[in-house]
């Protein structure tokens, strides 16, 4: 699935100028990019953009040449924080998007229950997020962004919370993936 950003703004209601203007890449079928710059430079606002939580005010998003007003149902999104619900288990939290989209309950809660098993986490489904460490939440934010099996897989610093042993773990695991 091609992903195409055309001319992407935005600016944040209130503030003067834009933090993105005229953004534009290209992500091949099958491929992987990297964005890298400052912190506060926009990269999770472009991100944000991509998916839908934020509107351009220009440019055009497309999904093998369709302009998409947003990604949200075809793609799994993995902010830099993990954003666990505290009154739901991890496995329930791993869940939550299936949900939300009304996906298959049984088949989600498979696919889940195999992505714990694969990132170590198998046995801690029914912890809440504040018995987890912060590599363990990070893990089960990237479930729960991979449990709907997306079509696009957007990751905003995914493993910063991980030390380099685990970190490079979850780069191979997720190479694979």
Do not use: H
Request: proline share 6%; aromatic share 4%; glycine share 10%.
């Amino acid at each position: 699935m091609r992903l195409e950003l055309d001319a992407l703004a935005f600016g944040y209601p209130g503030e003067t100028g834009r933090v993105l203007d005229g953004v534009s890449l290209t992500v091949p079928s099958g491929g992987f990019v990297a964005v890298l710059g400052p912190s506060g430079c926009g990269k999770s606002t472009l991100l944000n953009l991509t998916v839908g939580a934020l509107a351009p005010v220009a440019g055009t998003i497309r999904l093998d040449g369709q302009a998409v007003p947003e990604l949200r149902a075809r793609s799994g999104y993995m902010q830099q924080r993990d954003l666990l619900l505290p009154w739901r288990r991890a496995l329930d939290n791993a869940l939550l998007g299936a949900q939300l989209q009304k996906a298959d309950p049984a088949r989600s809660r498979e696919q889940a229950r195999a992505l714990f098993s694969r990132f170590g986490l198998a046995g801690l489904e029914r912890r809440y997020p504040a018995e987890l460490s912060g590599g363990q939440r990070q893990r089960v934010a990237l479930a729960r962004a991979l449990v709907k099996r997306p079509r696009v897989l957007l990751r905003d610093e995914p493993l910063s919370a991980l030390d380099k042993k685990l970190r490079e773990e979850m780069q191979l695991e997720l190479k694979r993936l």
